[in-house]
Nanobody, 115 residues
Framework: QVQLVESGGGLVQPGGSLRLSCAAS????????RGWYRQAPGKQRELVAS???????NYADSVKGRFTISRDSAKNTVYLQMNSLKPEDTAVYLC?????????WGQGTQVTVSS
């Protein structure tokens, strides 16, 4: 069973930056995209960013120009660089892998933006 392990969350002041990492415990077959969702209390889960195997990316309008998704295939890891963070970015961030079969999900990492 493949596990996705997220790291890099925490408490940051508005305007600050964080980099989230999502490392897969083993090689994943039949995948075609990886990315991040976020879940804030009382809100629907929102797709934040995704990256396909061809390197193409997609972002939620609310994070365009502030967040950057990238992947290191050699390390089997996806990153989310988050800059100019706002209080409304506060949420649990979950990484995922889309594949031809059951998707994989991480446990989530808390990001809190507050002064």
């Amino acid at each position: 069973q493949v596990q996705l392990v997220e790291s890099g969350g925490g408490l940051v002041q508005p305007g600050g930056s964080l980099r989230l990492s999502c490392a897969a415990s083993a090689r994943i077959f039949n995948d075609y995209a990886r990315g991040w969702y976020r879940q804030a209390p009382g809100k629907q889960r929102e797709l934040v960013a995704s990256i396909a195997n061809d390197g193409s990316t997609n972002y939620a309008d609310s994070v365009k120009g502030r967040f950057t998704i990238s992947r290191d295939s050699a390390k089997n890891t996806v990153y989310l660089q988050m800059n100019s963070l706002k209080p409304e970015d506060t949420a649990v961030y979950l990484c995922y892998v889309k594949r031809l079969g059951p998707d994989y999900w991480g446990q989530g990492t808390q990001v809190t933006v507050s002064s």
